[in-house]
Structure formats: structure tokens, C-alpha cells
């Protein structure tokens, strides 16, 4: 019975639900971000003052001349209106203009402090093919275009026409021939 009172009841349940939402937000006109979901809660009592996104939420970022900036997507949203803060989780994916792609499993967005950052291990690729690993998590600021870790892993591959000099016990370099495939583990720590 505690069950049921507690489903049913108005402080519990959100003011607005919306089903496949699609929006847009505008600043002047000009369209900054995309939000698609498919499901959105809202809550607008005291208590509780957020909207949620719990079946997932996909955000396009867009700069003044409408080109795609960044991305995010995660399978868990929620977002404190009035704190400008947002956490998302599970599967979380954020790609920025460079073409750097984030994986991890929870990010936070501070619109106050103007960051982003997570405490979960975070592995970053870039497109010419480094990647690198937060293991306890990292911070950027919110165009995810400057970035620190902390506990850092990284891995570097190299095309096959490309040199990679190495140090070797002689004369502290080693060329290596070029069309030799490289991979090469660096810690950081």
C-alpha cells in the first residue's frame, strides 16, 4: 500500500513528461544547442526543481555560423535548471570541434565554474590517433577543446609512413624504419 500511495502521489510525479522531444535553444535567434530525448520529466516543485532524461539524451552544439561544434550523448541525463549543472551517465560520449572523441561513464557540466569534468576514468581519442586515459578522471573547459587529467595513461599509434625516433643506449636515438606499424605506450603518472 506504501508502494501505491507513493507512486500516486502529486509530489512525486513530474508536472510535464514529454515523449520523443526534439528542441532547440536560441540565443538572439541563433540556434547554440539541440536536445533530442526520448522521454523528458520535468519538475517545477520545490523540492525537486530539474528535468531529467532518463531513456538517454543527445545534445548538438553549434557555433555562430551554425556548423556543428560538439556533441554529447549519453543513455541518462538530468539537468538543475536553476544551478546550471547537469550530470549525464552511462555510455557518455562528448565530441568537440577537433574532431577528439571522450568516453566515460559519468560527466558533470558546470555552467557557473564554465567546466567539464568527471572522476570516472575518461579515455579520449584524438583524430590523428592518440589516445589518452584519465584514470581518475579529468577537467576541460566547456568547448572541450583544453583539457587535464589526472592519473594518465596514453597510447600513440603511428602510420606506416611515418618515423618515429626512439632513444637508444648509443647515441640516445633510434630511428625506426618507416614501415614498421608503431605502437607505443606512455605513462604519464
Excluded at 11 to 24: A, G, S, Y
Excluded at 134 to 157: A, C, M, P, Q, W
Aim: charged letters at 30%.
Amino acid at each position: 500500500m506504501e508502494e501505491i500511495k507513493a507512486f500516486t502521489n502529486q509530489k512525486e510525479l513530474p508536472d510535464v513528461t514529454v515523449e520523443n522531444l526534439n528542441t532547440q535553444y536560441s540565443v538572439n535567434g541563433q540556434t547554440q544547442i539541440v536536445l533530442s530525448t526520448p522521454l523528458a520529466l520535468r519538475y517545477n516543485n520545490p523540492q525537486k526543481e530539474y528535468s531529467v532524461f532518463p531513456k538517454g539524451i543527445v545534445l548538438v552544439f553549434y557555433d555562430k555560423n551554425m556548423n556543428i561544434h560538439s556533441s554529447l550523448r549519453a543513455d541518462y541525463g538530468i539537468y538543475y535548471e536553476k544551478r546550471n549543472f547537469a550530470k549525464v551517465s552511462g555510455n557518455v560520449i562528448l565530441t568537440n570541434v577537433n574532431g577528439s572523441i571522450l568516453r566515460t561513464e559519468e560527466l558533470f557540466l558546470d555552467e557557473k565554474e564554465e567546466k567539464i569534468y568527471s572522476v570516472k576514468p575518461v579515455n579520449i581519442v584524438d583524430k590523428s590517433g592518440f589516445e589518452i586515459t584519465g584514470e581518475g578522471g579529468f577537467e576541460s573547459n566547456l568547448d572541450f577543446t583544453i583539457y587535464r587529467f589526472t592519473d594518465v595513461t596514453g597510447k600513440i599509434i603511428k602510420n606506416d609512413d611515418e618515423a618515429f625516433i626512439e632513444p637508444d643506449e648509443s647515441d640516445n636515438t633510434k630511428r625506426v624504419n618507416k614501415s614498421e606499424n608503431i605502437k607505443e605506450n606512455i605513462n604519464l603518472k
